[in-house]
């Protein structure tokens, strides 16, 4: 039976439940190797403020060495008994060195350790999501850079509204992946705070050098008050919440996939290696991974809204309920970084059926609001050209035929003001061609934003973070 570390003022054994029921190392065990780094940079400045020896350190930071290679290399025996991963690792160094290692943890609580641990990890798994998030984009450029001739119908509440260019449309979703990748920059800056020195709450009488700590993690800056910071957990919050919003993107997209991938629509296939079957249906090729990434939202959702209780009303400072933080967070950790490449291969693989978007713009008399416009042109105020036009459409619609088959004669029997240059108005590459306005669909419009998206992705990868969320004005 492994001693506790915290067993002095114990008579009994602890109960066998509370036990099964209070550890954490079955999952927290994923820190243990931030926790070892954490260690050894507390070992070291122990050394240099004098508070262990230089051979005292030596031994320490070796014994710790050792064990991090034990664990990379599975050969480390994790027990439940020893409660965390905290315990697991200073129990495993007091075998390796002796009583030692019951030095390593002067001026230092589980509390301020666990939530360095948890710091140091998180940092690294933001970094991966912004890789992600910007190998995504990239393939979104691409997509709309091979796909620039390809016209499709804008929706709006599901039903035709306008022609768009697909490539347009595609980097409607680069934009918001743009944010995203923004806000996790964001949320790393958060992180990247140490809390080491706060101790269990109230900070340490030791003469402890908490920068040197902090420099040597990579951290930005060390935490002010020592009560919130062992008990802070915004930043995972923040984390969490940023992978909420990223997730309701990747939901939307999927479901986009979804619906284009139906026969209704069939705009899009996808590669068979993408793809599930059924095991009754023999002719069923189902988008099961992009309903996976629309159905795992619900998790990541679940799992901010799960921490946002638990610290609900949690007096200051350090809680056990705190242990609760990890489980959610680990789980959208994994969700988000496995969900970012998935739906960057379908992205990737996804088969545009050209002709069949275009077939679609046919229908719903997409040049409508073209129309309108080209009487606005012609002096009649925006309302009156909207009804009129509505009436026009209400023609077509009783005679079964597309606004553009109309002759002159017809549609001068609604305004007398239509000339012979109508019928440029109502073709869908001029509907798209027009819309010049900044943000707009078109084509020289979507080659600038993607111009621009390249040039953006380019200086991100060489370093330069960027912040501009908006076109300068
Ligand atoms: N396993 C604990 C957690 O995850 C570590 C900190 C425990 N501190 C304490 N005083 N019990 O929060």
């Known amino acids: 039976m492994a001693k506790k570390p915290w067993g002095g003022r114990f008579k009994a054994e602890t109960n066998k439940l509370v036990e099964e029921f209070g550890e954490s190392v079955s999952f927290d065990k994923k820190l243990a190797l931030y926790d070892i780094r954490g260690s050894i940079a507390h070992a070291r400045m122990l050394g240099k403020v004098g508070i262990l020896t230089q051979e005292e350190t030596r031994l320490i930071i070796q014994g710790l060495e050792e064990i991090a290679r034990e664990i990379r290399e599975g050969r480390f025996v994790w027990r439940k008994e020893l409660e965390d991963v905290h315990m697991n690792i200073e129990a495993a160094l007091r075998e390796k060195i002796g009583p030692v290692a019951g030095k390593l943890h002067t001026a230092r609580s589980r509390n301020d350790q666990v939530v360095t641990d948890v710091r140091l990890f998180l940092r690294d798994v933001a970094d991966q999501v912004v890789e992600r998030l910007r190998y995504l984009r990239k393939v979104l450029v691409k997509k709309a850079r091979e796909n620039m001739a390809v016209l ?164 200051l400072t350090y809680n056990r309920d705190l242990q609760e933080d990890k489980e959610p967070l680990f789980d959208t950790c994994e969700t988000l970084l496995s969900a970012l490449s998935l739906s960057t291969l379908l992205i990737e693989g996804l088969q545009v059926k050209a002709e069949r978007m275009r077939k679609a713009c046919e229908e719903g008399h997409l040049t409508a609001t073209d129309l309108a416009d080209y009487l606005v042109l012609k002096g009649i ?93």
């Not at 003469?207 to 951290?219: H, W």
Request: with cysteine; aromatic share 8%.
């Open 152 to 315: 499709m119908p804008g929706f709006t509440h599901l039903q035709h509204a306008q022609p768009v260019l697909f490539a347009h449309h595609l980097m409607a979703y680069y934009e918001m992946f743009r944010r995203d990748t923004q806000r996790f920059c964001a949320v790393r800056r958060e992180i990247n705070v140490c809390p080491l020195g706060s101790a269990a709450l109230a900070g340490t009488p030791f003469p402890i050098d908490r920068e040197m700590v902090a420099q040597e993690l990579g951290f930005e800056a060390i935490s002010r008050n020592s009560m919130d910071a062992v008990s802070d957990r915004d930043f995972i919050l923040s984390f969490l919440s940023a992978a909420a919003i990223t997730f309701v993107h990747l939901s939307r997209l999927m479901e986009e996939i979804i619906l284009w991938m139906s026969p209704e629509f069939s705009f899009i296939d996808l590669p068979d290696e993408l793809c599930t079957g059924s095991s009754i249906m023999p002719q069923k090729k189902n988008p099961d991974v992009a309903e996976l990434i629309r159905g795992k939202t619900g998790r990541v959702f679940g799992n901010l809204l799960s921490l946002l209780t638990v610290l609900k009303g949690l007096p």
């Open 381 to 473: 105020p925006f309302r009156d050209a909207h009804h009129l036009v509505g009436q026009i459409v209400a023609y077509c619609e009783e005679k079964g035929c597309k606004l553009w088959e109309l002759s002159l004669e017809e549609l001068r029997n609604f305004s007398p003001e239509i000339a012979e240059d109508v019928f440029e108005w109502l073709t869908l590459e001029g509907s798209v061609s027009r819309r010049k306005v900044k943000g707009g669909t078109a084509p020289e419009r979507v080659q600038e934003a993607l111009l621009e998206a390249e040039k953006e992705l380019l200086s991100e990868e060489r370093g330069g973070e960027n912040d501009q969320s908006h076109t300068r004005i």
